[in-house]
């Protein structure tokens, strides 16, 4: 059964950083999701803390921020059946050394906290998500 859904990936700044911008795109067209939207940005801390705001108590919550914002990201809106639990599957488990053969993550990520893509990770964040960087 055909379930189109729409998931909000970034890009993360180490990534960016490393030009791994049109390879990490291409892994996405490569396994059949379509881009339907997408813009490179840099933002604020505050606006850093309001998007991750589901984590404010942890003890990383601050240094995640910081982070976020520390350079240029690419944030998308990604198309595709099952579209938020595949996306998370391509990206793989939250630590790099942890991640799956094959998983953007594992490929690409640094550590735990440069795992160069984030991913919605349920369909409710996934709207939150979406209309935090695409209002219009
Ligand atoms: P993301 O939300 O970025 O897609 P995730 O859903 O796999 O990642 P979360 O638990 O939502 O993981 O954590 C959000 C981000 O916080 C992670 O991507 C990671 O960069 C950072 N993070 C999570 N756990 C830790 C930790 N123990 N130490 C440092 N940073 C962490
Ligand atoms: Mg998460």
Redesign the pocket.
Known sequence: MSNLEKTLS?I?PDAVERGLENEIKNQFLSNGFEITNEKKIKISKSEAEDF?K??QT???YN??CS?LSSGPIVVMILEKNNAILAN?KL?G??DPNKAEEGTIRKKYGLS????S?????SLENAKIEINFFFKD
């Open positions: 970034i993360k991750y589901v984590h942890k003890p990383f240094d995640l982070y998370r990206m488990a939250t735990i906290d440069k795992n893509v984030h991913g919605s990770d």
